[in-house]
Each structure stands twice: as C-alpha cells, then as structure tokens.
C-alpha cells in the first residue's frame, strides 16, 4: 500500500498491523475487566502498604499460603480420605466409614486451628504474658476427641442395633 | 490405579460427586455474610483505637484513605468494643470449617485448562490469588495471633490491616461475579428443582457418593458449631470453662476479686516491685494549670467513684463487668486546670516495653463518669497483675487503652 492510500484509508492501514497470536486474545465481559481492574487499583493501594517492611516475607506467606493450602494440605487429605475409603471398601463397611471419617475430620480441624496451643510451642510466653499455664490445651483436645470418637461409636452401635431389630422383626418366628 | 497417569489438569482426577455449583454456592452465600462481618467489625477495631488521635495509638500511620472511615470511638455503649471485637474474633474462628470447605470445592478449577480463555478470565484467575492468598493470611494471622504465636513476617497490626484491605479489594471482586449465580442456583434448590440447566458443574466421572449434599453442608456446620462451642465462653465469666480450646478459654487465672483475665502480667510487662511501693511512685499529672504529684495516700483522698466495666481485648476474648473503684479522669483533669471541658490525655505506663505503653484517650472518654483511674476492683486494691497501684478503665475502649501501672498523665497533649 502506497503512502497516499494509506492516508485515504487509515483504518484499512490498521487492519494490516499484525498482532501475534499469543495477543489475539478476546476481551470478554467488559464490566468484569472494569470490576476486576478497579480490584487490583485497591488492592495495589494496600498492597504496598502491606509490603512496606519485610517484603519478601509477606510475598512469601501470601503465595506460600495458597500453594501450601492447594498443593500440600488439600491433597494430603484428600489422599487421607481416600485411603480410608478404599479400607472400609475393602472389607465392605463403605457405607459406615462416616462413623471414622467425621470424628476424624472433627478432631483434626481442632488440632489445626489450635495447634500453637494445643503442641505447646508459645508455652513460655503464654504462660509468662496470661499467668495461666497452657498445659490444659493437649488434654482437652485428646478429651474432645476421645469424646468425638466415642460419641460415633455409640451412634454407630444404636444404629447397628436399629437394623438387627428390624430384620429380625421381618422374619417369620419360626 | 486409574489415578496414576492423571494430571491436577484432567477434569478425571476430581471424583468427589459432592462438588458442583451447589455446593459451592451455599458455602460461598454463607462465606459472604461471614467475611463482610468479619471485615466490618475488624474495621471498627481499628477506629475503637482512635488511631488519627495521636501516633502512639496509630500502628498503621502510612493508612491514607484506607482509614477514611475513622470517627471517634464512643463510650457507649460500655459493652461495644466486647462485642464488636467478640464477633470478628469468635466469627472468623466459626468460619474456617466454610472457608476450607469453600476452598475443596473449587480446587479442580485452580488446574483449569486452557488457562486463559480471554483477558476478563485471565484477570479474574490472577485475582484468585489475592482471594485465596490474601483470606488464607488473614485468617492465619488472626488465629495465630489471638495464640500469642507471632511467627507472621513483622509486626501483626500492618499485616492484618493492609492484608484485609488486600483481601477485601479481591473478595469484593469475586462476590460481585459470583453472587448472581450462586444466588440463581440457591433458590433453585430450594424451589426443588432437579433440572440443572447446564449451571451444575459436576465432575465428568464421579465416584458413588458416600455422604449426601446435605449431609456434607451439616458436616461443615458441625465443625463451625464445635469451633463456636469451644471458643465463644471466653467472652464471658461465667462460661469460661467451656472454651476448651480458646486462648483465654478454661480455668482462670486466680481466685477473689482480683482473679479474672489477665492480658499481660506485671513480669512481662517488666514492671518492678520498688517502682510501685508507696515510697517511691508517684503519678504525675499535668495539664494547662501546671504539674501536681500525687501518692497513694493523696491519691486515695480524692473523691472514689464506681463504675461496672468489661475488659475486651483484641484477641477477642473478654470478661464479665468488673466493680472498678478509684478517682475520675475529668476529676484529674479539673485538679490541673481543665475543670468543666476535659481535654485529650496521654497515658504513660510504668511498662518499660510493649507497644502501647503510652496510648491517647479522647476528650470524650475522659468527660465519661464511668472513666477513670481506678485503684479498687471488685472491693480489693488492685493486683500487680492488674495495674497496682492505678490503671485506666474507660467504657466501650479496647483492652490496651486501659492502660496499666499509670505513672503519668498529661492532658491537653495527646
């Protein structure tokens, strides 16, 4: 295309830039673009904020929360349970594995949630800083889950119970 | 096993029949209750500090308009800061059992393929970053924190404050996006619809299901209530006992009138028993008619008044009211000048560390009758361990704004 073409019709001219096909990306919902942009204006404010002292490390703990959350905890789980599944499929209790799987589940999101306590590791500082030894916190989390486990294990007997009552109810007395 | 040659990517991987658009809705509507709650009440913490009222109440300076909200912090009522500071505290611990909850349902979604279908895709996947980032470190921070368990990378006002602003911008974005939906799909299920109108978003090759939907959300519920269970008696005397597992939870430190909950121990705090004995301290008040200082003896000859306050401390836990005895602020205050309009006062401790060693009262808390430098609680002298000879007392103010061991008070100079 010469010069005066060119001139003549520019938006033919911008037709002939070529964009690389990595760029060639649609935009989609203009007012997710406009929300989502207006997210990160926001979230940038604080954020240098936030990253003002120990950069490397808040970086590192945001990232490293995320990738330990999905890549670590949720598999390490997710692998916990299936194994169990697949024992008590084994030997056919699939459908009572509830009865392992909820107290479990329970004891360890205690365990979790509390576990600078409950492990003891802000000892010294908890006992020098509320004048209360922590040493309560390990064995009200074994109690709790002896108490979890338990309680389960009773259900699961009543229920047991339950269903041999009523099969022997069906059957003819002989 | 079928497993071994799939990736995260291969949608095959993901067999849980649990997980769909349902399910994930529920949790996400009641996650977003929660989490503005939650983001509310921890903004009002940081006004009940006063922070724009001198610096050394101000752990965030650099703020800007992130503090644009800031009012001040009133006196009533008395039991404001224990609840609003219960409720973040008690309601972020409840909401973990959703949040992980929430997190398990999405995870496929993390390994999507293609990863970027159009800008507004690949936009809204980076923000899920900060989403996901952003709430797990709040919530991190938090729950370590209330456990005296400072591992987090600085100190934990900056990280908290600016981590919410962070997580909220992304959270924000992501609630906007997503509620319609989630919204569309609950009121599906409640109408009892089976159809799913190409919304439900089930993995291509589900394992048999071993726990029903709702079964799994009562599951989530179970694990909030036995949070809740084990955590909420710390905000209150007479059920302490059942917070098995919460900081400030169990038996209490002591017996009498002096036996409630203790935030920091004249050990930590480094307070020395000769600094305290009636030979040697002495409080010094200051104000715009000069300077007076006073002993115990002349302190206890001041007029004594009443007044039944809680202690509410940002971790969330709190006591009963407390029978506080001692001498009025605005009392204080008129001794050294200020009589009928009590201005602004900076408190200074004995403390010889800890980060709010001095702290700032409002002209409105020091004019409250119910604020004052108390020397009495529950009909005994104060403990070391709760501020002997003299500490602050004022209604609705957080617990580190009561400040203890009290050497000096100067008003009109905050």
């Not at chain 1, 950069?55 to 703990?61: A, D, K």
């Amino acid at each position: 295309m010469d010069r005066r073409n060119l001139l003549r019709d520019p938006r033919a001219a911008l037709h002939r830039i070529r964009v690389p096909r990595v760029l060639r990306l649609p935009l989609g919902s203009p007012l997710q673009v406009a929300l989502l942009i207006c997210s990160f204006a926001l979230a940038a404010y604080a954020g240098v904020r936030l990253l003002d002292g120990d950069w490397l490390g808040v970086t590192v703990w945001i990232a490293g929360a995320a990738l330990l959350h999905d890549l670590v905890l949720v598999p390490l789980y997710s692998a916990a349970d299936r194994a169990l599944l697949a024992a008590a499929g084994a030997m056919g209790q699939r459908a009572r594995v509830g009865y392992v799987r909820v107290p479990a589940a329970l004891s360890l999101l205690l365990l979790l949630v509390w576990f600078p306590l409950i492990s003891g590791m802000t000892d010294t500082r908890y006992r020098s800083a509320t004048g209360v030894p922590p040493d309560a916190f390990l064995p009200h989390w074994l109690l709790i889950t002896a108490a979890l486990f338990g309680g389960s294990a009773l259900l699961l007997a009543g229920s047991v119970l339950r269903e041999r009552r009523t099969t022997k109810r069906r059957r003819p007395s002989p | 096993m079928r497993d071994s040659l799939r990736l995260p990517t291969s949608p095959g991987l993901w067999r849980s029949p649990l997980r769909g658009t349902r399910f994930t809705s529920v949790l996400g509507l009641v996650l977003l209750v929660g989490i503005v709650v939650v983001f509310v009440t921890g903004l009002l913490s940081y006004a009940a500090y006063n922070p724009d009222l001198a610096p050394v109440n101000d752990k965030t300076p650099g703020k800007g308009l992130l503090g644009f909200y800031l009012f001040s912090w009133p006196t009533d009522p008395y039991w404001l800061y224990r609840l609003t500071q219960g409720v973040h505290v008690t309601l972020g611990i409840t909401l973990i059992p959703v949040l992980l909850a929430k997190l398990w349902s999405v995870v496929p979604k993390l390994f999507e393929l293609p990863p970027v279908r159009s800008v507004a895709h690949g936009l809204e996947r980076l923000s899920l970053v900060l989403l996901v980032g952003g709430g797990l470190f709040e919530f991190t921070t938090g729950v370590l924190n209330v456990q005296l368990d400072y591992l987090f990378p600085g100190s934990f006002y900056p990280l908290h404050f600016y981590g919410a602003w962070v997580f909220f911008a992304a959270f924000f974005a992501h609630a906007a996006l997503k509620v319609p939906t989630a919204l569309r799909t609950v009121r599906r299920m409640r109408a009892g619809e089976q159809a799913d109108g190409g919304e439900e978003s089930t993995p291509p090759d589900p394992d048999p299901p071993t726990v029903s939907r709702r079964g799994a959300l009562g599951f989530v519920a179970g694990g909030s209530l036995l949070l809740f269970a084990t955590t909420a008696g710390r905000s209150f005397d007479g059920l302490r006992g059942t917070a098995l597992l919460a900081p400030h939870g169990g038996a209490e430190p002591g017996s009498g009138p002096n036996g409630f909950q203790i935030n920091k121990t004249a050990a930590y705090a480094g307070i020395r028993t000769a600094d305290t004995a009636a030979d040697s301290w002495r409080l010094t008040v200051t104000g715009r008619g000069g300077t007076v200082r006073l002993s115990h003896a002349e302190l206890d000859g001041l007029a004594r008044h009443s007044a039944d306050l809680p202690i509410a401390c940002v971790e969330g836990w709190s006591t009963s009211d407390q029978r506080w005895r001692g001498v009025r602020l605005r009392d204080l205050a008129a001794l050294v000048g200020h009589d009928g309009d009590p201005p602004d006062v900076l408190v200074e401790s004995l403390q010889t560390h800890g980060a709010f060693r001095h702290a700032a009262l409002r002209a409105n808390q020091v004019a409250d009758p119910r604020s004052l430098l108390a020397l009495y609680v529950n009909g005994a002298r104060l403990s070391p361990d709760h501020g002997y000879p003299a500490r602050i007392i004022v209604p609705a103010a957080p617990g580190v704004l009561n400040t203890k061991w009290v050497a000096r008070l100067t008003f009109g100079r905050p």
